[in-house]
């Protein structure tokens, strides 16, 4: 299920950290509500901008609980602007931290984002379907435990979903796909 947050009902600028607290609270509140699975949209229709503290204590700040206290639950940012989109990937980089922002139908990921996972996501995206990791390893001409590094890497960051699954032979297997 995909849930989604009007961003711009607070307003067209967004400002301040104690602006993201109040905002945050609210977002809290729908991801205990979410299930394991589940998609909180937070969409930034009708905001201008937004500066680098609030994207710092909104994003961040939610990021770095989202698998701790949320697990399973996903977050991603669709309709930002340019300068939204760029202010969130700074403060995101400044922790260490990745997100998928969705630009139309495209999945782009903000932050501090590794070439090898921008690589992985994309191929990930491309199969448009779950996907195995020696499939992944393939394709990318990357050995099996890399490949499974990386994809724990992301499923944990919650950039992708890791689900059980069976092989050609019937065994049972992790697939990946991407929220969207």
Avoid at 99 to 105: A, G, L, T
């Amino acid at each position: 299920m995909e849930k989604r947050f009007l961003l711009g009902r607070h307003g067209e600028q967004l400002w301040t950290r104690e602006k993201a607290k109040q905002i945050r609270s609210q977002i809290a509140l729908i991801l205990e509500e979410l299930e394991t699975g589940d998609v909180l949209v937070i969409d930034g229709t009708g905001v201008e901008a937004f500066d680098f503290s609030f994207a710092n204590e909104l994003f961040g700040r939610t990021l770095s609980i989202l698998v701790t206290e949320y697990p399973g639950r996903f977050v991603i940012v669709h309709n930002l602007t340019e300068y939204a989109s760029e202010n969130l990937s700074k403060a995101l980089e400044s922790t260490n931290q990745i997100m998928i922002e969705r630009r139309k139908e495209e999945l782009l990921l903000l932050g501090k984002v590794h070439p090898v996972d921008r690589e992985t996501f994309a191929e990930i995206v491309r199969a448009g379907e779950a996907v195995s990791a020696g499939t992944l390893s393939r394709k990318l001409e990357v050995n099996l435990t890399a490949m499974n590094e990386r994809l724990s890497k992301l499923a944990g960051m919650g950039i992708v979903r890791r689900e059980k699954g069976s092989s050609a032979s019937g065994r049972e297997q992790f697939v990946y796909r991407v929220l969207n």
